[in-house]
């Protein structure tokens, strides 16, 4: 590594844990080729960003937790879309193994990436799952991809039932796309393996299959049968999304029961490559941007330009 490069890593480290709107132009241009337009945003990629930086995000914080986001889908959608949750602490500790079944899903409430699936508790190496759990709670989410809506999260470990089915291409993830409670399109995740990839087809709320969505190198034969319950996944949806200017709706179905997944706001740390440029600018006009009081502008300002210390 020559002096320049050192520079541009020691740079892009600072940026990283202290200013994270510098840190997301930097990702953008790395990862999508282009500089974000703040001044006029149009794709959903750019109106994340935006949203993320000129408006107040705290709402985004309370739904992106895993743990507290149920108290909202209990008051909007009721208890039945809920995952049983088996155990929450607040310390990897006292996490207790043996009031868990044989077959769980653990993880902690604020990550992405860090979930682990037991399939078998007496095969498990329960010292290297607190091992996990504790790296996952030391490093804070939020800062590799300029997400600081998650650094806000007061961290903690779940660990909810394990859903599992045998239907072919595994485990589906309905991703719905919603607009201020108006739900506009669904992303499905088939064929998921265990390094996380996952085949991907975009539909229509009539479950028309829409390849020509999906941008070339994403894009593949992958697709299964509308589901019964899609018209009751959508009305959740809408009630999960009500005021709310984009989000994505994760839903699972077995055996024609829904359980939500999350609600995500940044999708792709809002870089999505997998859909085209039409698409983005699509989606892009759906979402209508909030009118910004004086206070909410002069406080996002700041946000931006004060250094995460």
């Given amino acids: 590594m020559n002096v320049q490069e050192k520079i541009r890593w020691k740079y892009l480290q600072f940026i990283k844990f202290h200013f994270p709107f510098l840190l997301c132009k930097h990702l953008y241009k790395e990862n999508l080729g282009k500089v974000t337009d703040f001044s006029k945003p149009k794709d959903i990629n750019e109106i994340i960003q935006w949203l993320s930086f000129y408006t107040d995000t705290s709402l985004w914080t309370m739904l992106a937790d895993k743990y507290a986001v149920r108290q909202y889908v209990l008051e909007h959608a009721g208890e039945d879309v809920l995952i049983p949750l088996l155990g929450k602490w607040n310390n990897v500790e006292d996490i207790d193994f043996d009031s868990l079944p044989n077959k769980f899903v653990i993880k902690p409430n604020n990550g992405c990436y860090d979930t682990i699936i037991v399939k078998d508790k007496n095969k498990a190496n329960v010292d290297e799952i607190r091992q996990r759990l504790i790296l996952s709670l030391k490093?804070?989410?939020?800062?590799?991809?300029?997400?600081?809506?998650?650094?806000?999260?007061?961290?903690?470990?779940?660990?909810?039932?394990?859903?599992?089915?045998?239907?072919?291409?595994?485990?589906?993830?309905?991703?719905?796309?919603?607009?201020?409670?108006?739900?506009?399109?669904?992303?499905?995740?088939?064929?998921?393996?265990?390094?996380?990839?996952?085949?991907?087809?975009?539909?229509?709320?009539?479950?028309?299959?829409?390849?020509?969505?999906?941008?070339?190198?994403?894009?593949n034969e992958s697709g299964c049968a509308k589901p019964a319950n899609l018209e009751e996944m959508l009305k959740f949806a809408s009630k999960l999304s009500v005021n709310i200017p984009q989000v994505r709706v994760d839903f699972y179905s077995i055996n024609g029961k829904i359980y939500f997944g999350e609600m995500t706001f940044t999708s792709n740390f809002g870089m999505m490559p997998y859909y085209t440029q039409d698409f983005l600018e699509e989606m892009g006009v759906q979402c209508v941007l909030p009118n910004r009081s004086f206070s909410e502008k002069v406080k996002t300002f700041f946000n931006r330009w004060s250094p995460i210390i």
Wanted: net charge negative; proline share 6%.
């Fill in 139 to 219: 490093k804070p989410f939020g800062f590799e991809n300029a997400e600081p809506h998650y650094l806000r999260i007061k961290p903690c470990v779940i660990a909810e039932q394990l859903l599992e089915t045998n239907e072919e291409g595994g485990l589906k993830d309905y991703k719905i796309w919603c607009f201020n409670g108006k739900p506009h399109s669904i992303l499905l995740c088939t064929n998921r393996d265990w390094s996380g990839h996952s085949d991907l087809m975009a539909y229509d709320l009539l479950w028309n299959r829409h390849p020509e969505w999906i941008s070339s190198s994403f894009r």
